[in-house]
């Protein structure tokens, strides 16, 4: 089996390469792989559209600007001050 025959027809390679590239850069050589890869498994192509999708998600719900937008209540703000000072007249 020639080079590109065993690229052409490894997915697990190239579900790797899809990770890697997802968190990492790829090397000429390993886009070359997957660009062959890809362009005929329509299995792997849809393993990387749903593979991006879920980091994009993972992204947004870890983003910065979404922890910083999470406030505590008034309410419970308030009620948690009243236990505490509770706590602290008991001693």
Request: contains cysteine; hydrophobic residues 35%.
């Amino acid at each position: 089996m020639d080079e590109l025959t065993k690229i052409a027809y490894n997915c697990r390679k190239a579900t790797h390469l899809i990770e890697k590239k997802l968190i990492d850069h790829l090397t000429l050589r390993e886009k070359l792989e997957l660009k062959i890869h890809l362009a005929g498994c329509s299995v792997c192509r849809v393993f990387e559209q749903q593979s991006t999708l879920i980091n994009k998600m993972v992204r947004d719900l870890f983003h910065p600007e979404k922890i910083t937008e999470l406030k505590l209540d008034e309410e419970y703000k308030k009620q948690m001050q009243e236990r505490i000072e509770e706590k602290l007249n008991k001693h």
